[in-house]
């Protein structure tokens, strides 16, 4: 057997998911698409003493319109759902644009959007999306749900702001109202591989094409997904016009503060973070709402 | 201690029920307990993709899956595409394309391009690469793969 002896539970409700993790707590890890979890636990580095599979719950996987214009979609959903999705496409097309990125479509059938922000990896794609489009996430505990933004949730590396007796069961995107633009870019080794370094990207532009708002976010660059402040303010009120985009690539190098790994040194990912940045700028110029193709592969 | 569970399941048209330990990945109960060793086992890490099957017709990594997560579900394995003595279209492009050497990858290629095809039609040489781009072959280069799959493609098409 590869993984380590563990006591097993499907349950087929939310509340008896939050009960069990109630009663385990930090003993306790949520199996959702396994896509991050069983390899770890393949390998022995993780050992739960206990595994909470919530494959089974039924409405923990849905993509809903929101009231407000925004779009909620449930922890379960599977990336391969979200990539297909017209409605995200139309809501939220830089999920659209990044989802292609995880893995292979192998991996996206299975793993899902409330895994991959509760394992949180710093250089996954949907963590770094969450945070440009100012998420918000509910998380529920047998004592009741509270919600944290982006902002707030993303701790440091692998680390959130769940806690142990707390489930991820919704995020929700608000809805981006007028002319925002918007990329995505990031620099693997290999289709599929963990990014060394990314960036995404949300622009506001007024009519005459004067940026209202600028969201900028590296990932893979640091614990955890980070917006880029001095970058954001910098272009907000700006043309992005090229000396623009080098100026906010220049400032996204200065404040970053990589690591060096057997992958990337820190160096580079500092200087390709610049690049990533600049680049997303200019798709998010080019950036038009597309007709969605319900028969064929969005891959 | 919930440390063995009572499954049943369907793999390749046919119903099994089984008592499984709870951390029995699902390919190695496909290969150990049901002797369905066309599958096989390569990283267990979800990386190379020799483990790939069909899983409620969906491509999925065999080894990032428990057997007991499969109860209910519909399998797919290679050993699901012949008909008979009657191989399989994509087999037997595998074959005159000569798309295996060792053959270790060529059951995860198969179920692989298996659903590519199915959701892809006409695929051009580039999505035909992306498609595969998360099964490793170590002989084959990839060009015969490649040419084998949008062989099958043009068939249908």
Redesign the interface.
Known sequence: ??????????PSSRDEALELLGQYGDDAKI?AG??SL??MM??RLVRPKV?I?I?RIAGLSHITPRRDGGLAVGAMTRQ?ELERSALVLETAPLLSLAIPYI?????R??GTVGGSLAHSDPAAEIPAVCLTLDTEFELASSGGERTVKAEDFFLNHLTTALEPVELLTEIRIPQTVGNWRWGFQEVCR???DFALVGAATMLHLDDKGICLEARITTFGAGGTPMRMDAAEEYLSGSSVNADDRSEAARLVSDALDPISDIHASAKYRQDVGGVMVRRALEQALLAQALPFNEG??A? | MTTERNIRLTVNGKAYESLVPVRMTLVDFLRGELDLTGTHVGCEHGVCGACTILVDGSATRSCLMLAVQADGANLMTVEGLADGPELHPLQRAFQRNHALQCGFCTPGLLMTAYEFLRDTSNPTEEQVREGISGNICRCTGYAPIVQAILDVSQEAG
């Open positions: 057997m590869k993984p380590a002896r563990f006591d097993y539970y499907s199996l396994g896509q069983m390899p393949n390998m595994v599979d494959n391969r893995g292979h479509f192998q991996i059938n299975r290999r289709d599929g064929e592969d891959a």
